[in-house]
């Protein structure tokens, strides 16, 4: 396997910015005025924002296949989080499985990174298997298709990242009803998250990166925000805030 292995946050900052763009929608342009109170801005949110949980592969073949672990964060509830998100509607929560191992096939394929990228719906790797403090393998196929080893198995399939992306691009032709402000929106949609990782009994907190789309009522441009958030679940301080702006 040659190069060096890549890493997830640079495939999380690339590949979604590639993604977006294609679907035609720019960046949310916060003024200094408005950055000190960020989310100021008034826009039509989608009902559905995303929740794109990307990871980095352990093993494999660059464009060809790749091994991830999936539920091997700290307090390995990360994809008991993601189902329980997935199926309750309030957002859209999906793998992004890039199958690109190294660096020098990353730096190689700049621009070209949807047509290696795999999109699965996190509910459907739950199956019957054991997600209680368990990490697991995933292998993902060129074609998307996908096995999630364990003392069990899990298989499936995705869709590209293309797709994934073109199907967003079809619902940003429509325009929602309600206008909101940004922060009002995320501050609303985050409790709704904590509750709901609650209610379903999972210990811990997650982190995730948030996509919020809308249209900004003021210029009806069509953008997106990227938010990192912490996601509570049973018996954690509430002193801190859910937002991490870095």
Not at 50 to 62: E, M, N, P, R, Y
Request: with cysteine; charged share 25%.
């Amino acid at each position: 396997m040659p190069g060096r292995l890549v890493n997830e946050k640079t495939l999380e900052l690339n590949i979604t910015h590639e993604g977006i763009s294609s679907a035609g929608i720019g960046v949310f342009g916060f003024t200094q005025k408005q950055e000190s109170r960020v989310g100021a801005d008034v826009l039509f949110p989608f009902s559905k924002p995303l929740i794109l949980q990307f990871k980095a592969a352990k093993s494999g073949v660059d464009g060809s296949w790749a091994r991830f672990r999936v539920n091997n964060n700290k307090n390995k509830n990360q994809h008991r989080v993601l189902d329980v998100i997935a199926r309750s509607g309030l957002c859209d929560a999906h793998y992004a499985f890039p199958l690109i191992v190294s660096d020098a096939f990353l730096t190689s394929n700049f621009g070209n990174l949807l047509n290696f990228t795999c999109m699965i719906d996190a509910s459907r790797l739950t199956g019957n298997l054991n997600w209680i403090n368990q990490a697991h393998s995933i292998v993902v196929q060129q074609n998307c298709s996908f096995t999630v080893w364990s003392s069990k198995e899990v298989k499936g399939e995705g869709i590209s990242a293309k797709q994934f992306f073109d199907r967003i691009k079809k619902e940003g032709e429509s325009k929602p009803d309600e206008e909101t402000k940004l922060s009002d929106f995320v501050r609303k949609l985050i409790k709704r998250l904590d509750q709901t990782v609650q209610e379903s009994g999972i210990y811990g907190q997650s982190e995730h990166t948030i996509v919020v789309i809308g249209i900004d009522s003021s210029t009806q441009r069509l953008g997106y925000l990227q938010l990192p958030v912490r996601i509570k679940g049973l018996q954690e301080k509430s002193g801190k805030e859910n937002i991490l702006f870095t």
